[in-house]
C-alpha cells in the first residue's frame, strides 16, 4: 500500500543539526523526496535521493536512505531561523503520482 | 526562468457552484500535476497530465476533472462545490519524472 508516515513536530536551537524521519510502505517507490513549505506558499523541492542510492549531500542537506527499513531521513546542519517550515517526505509510486507524508514542523529557537 | 504559476491565488465559492483553477507549468515542461492539500487530509494527488492526455488519477470523485491545452497550461475544474472542497489546490509540473516543482497554490473556501 501507500503510506508515508514522519513524526509531527520537531524543535531545535539555532545552530544545532535537525534530523526529520520518514517511514514509507511502497518498496517499489523510484524516488523519495524532500518538500519545504513556508506559511501561505507552496511547496519548495529541496532534495530527493533515487533508491538505489544510500546517501545524498547537497550543502547543508544531507538525505540517508535505509531502504531494508523503508527509512527516510533528512538531516539540516547549522539550522537557521529560517528553516522553520512544514517539511514534507514523499515517495514516486508511478511517475509523477507522490504520495505525502503529514509533514513535520520544524521550530528553529534563536 | 519563470516558475509555475497559479491563478486566481484566491477564490471563495458557495455549495452547489462550480469553480475553474488554471496552472501555467514552467517553460518547457509537458507535464502538469494537481494536488488537494486540506489540514484533515493533508496533501493528495488529483490527477497528472502530459501532452494533453491525463496519464494518471488520484481517487477523488467525477466531481473533479481537469484537462491540459497544447501550450501545456492545465486547468482543473470542480462541480458541485461541497463545503469538504475547501482546499489549497497545488499544481507541480515537471519535465521528467524525477523533479517536481510546485506554485503557490490556489486557496478555495466554500461557504
Known amino acids: 500500500g501507500e503510506d508515508v508516515e514522519q513524526s509531527l513536530f520537531l524543535s531545535v536551537r539555532e545552530g544545532d543539526s535537525s534530523v526529520i524521519n520518514c517511514t514509507y510502505t511502497?518498496?517499489?517507490?523510484?524516488?523519495l523526496y524532500w518538500y519545504k513549505q513556508e506559511p501561505g506558499a507552496g511547496l519548495q523541492l529541496l532534495t530527493y535521493?533515487?533508491?538505489?542510492?544510500d546517501m545524498k549531500q547537497d550543502q547543508r542537506l544531507t538525505v540517508l536512505l535505509n531502504k531494508k527499513d523503508k527509512h527516510l531521513s533528512l538531516r539540516i546542519a547549522d539550522t537557521q531561523t529560517g528553516d522553520s517550515a512544514i517539511y514534507f517526505c514523499?515517495?514516486?509510486?508511478?511517475?509523477?503520482?507522490?504520495?505525502f507524508g503529514a509533514g513535520t514542523i520544524l521550530r528553529v529557537k534563536s | 526562468k519563470a516558475g509555475v504559476t497559479q491563478t486566481p491565488r484566491y477564490l471563495i465559492k458557495t455549495r452547489g457552484q462550480q469553480v475553474t483553477l488554471s496552472c501555467s507549468p514552467i517553460?518547457?515542461?509537458?507535464?502538469v500535476s494537481w494536488y488537494q492539500q486540506t489540514p484533515g487530509q493533508g496533501l493528495q494527488f488529483l490527477f497528472e497530465?502530459?501532452?494533453?492526455?491525463?496519464?494518471n488519477k488520484g481517487n477523488f470523485p467525477g466531481r473533479f476533472s481537469g484537462r491540459q491545452f497544447s501550450n501545456s497550461r492545465s486547468e482543473m475544474n470542480v462541480s458541485t462545490l461541497e463545503l469538504g472542497d475547501s482546499a489549497l489546490y497545488l499544481c507541480?509540473?515537471?519535465?521528467?519524472?524525477?523533479?517536481?516543482?510546485f506554485g503557490p497554490g490556489t486557496r478555495l473556501t466554500v461557504l
Open positions: 507541480a509540473s515537471s519535465s521528467n519524472t524525477h523533479e517536481q516543482f
Open positions: 511502497d518498496s517499489s517507490s523510484t524516488y
Open positions: 535521493i533515487f533508491s538505489n542510492m
Open positions: 514523499a515517495e514516486s509510486i508511478y511517475g509523477n503520482k507522490l504520495v
Open positions: 517553460s518547457g515542461h509537458r507535464s
Open positions: 497530465y502530459f501532452s494533453e492526455t491525463q496519464r
